[in-house]
């Protein structure tokens, strides 16, 4: 069992700066891909950001140069750190992770989402 748990959002002026945390916890042998989606209302969830196990990175194209995802494999973290924000950017952010459990099992994990919104 895997637990995936976001942090970090909230309200934030145009411009400003947020850093998103997501800590994974649970039975985990080893997490080889991590990943940021966020889903803005009425919209379909979209691919922002991943990272590899030896961290290499790939952001969706509206948001590469503004945003950073990066990852501490000894706490099991993921982050995001997101600067330069646009209102376009608000949205639910919610954490991906690939997980291998201690028995072995692969499983695909969703946290919760949090709440990122940019006024204007």
């Known amino acids: 069992q895997v637990q995936l748990v976001e942090s970090g959002g909230g309200l934030v002026q145009a411009g400003g700066s947020l850093r998103l945390s997501c800590a994974a916890s649970?039975?985990?042998?080893?997490?080889?891909?991590m990943a940021w989606y966020r889903q803005a209302p009425g919209k379909q969830r979209e691919l922002v950001a991943t990272i590899t196990s030896g961290g290499t990175t790939s952001y969706v194209p509206s948001v590469k140069g503004r945003f950073t995802i990066s990852r501490d494999n000894a706490k099991n973290t993921v982050y995001l750190q997101m600067s330069s924000l646009k209102p376009e950017d608000t949205a639910v952010y919610y954490c991906n992770a690939n997980v291998y459990d201690l028995v072995g099992k692969y499983t695909n994990n969703w946290g919760q989402g949090t709440q990122v919104t940019v006024s204007s």
């Open positions: 649970g039975s985990i042998f080893s997490i080889n891909f």
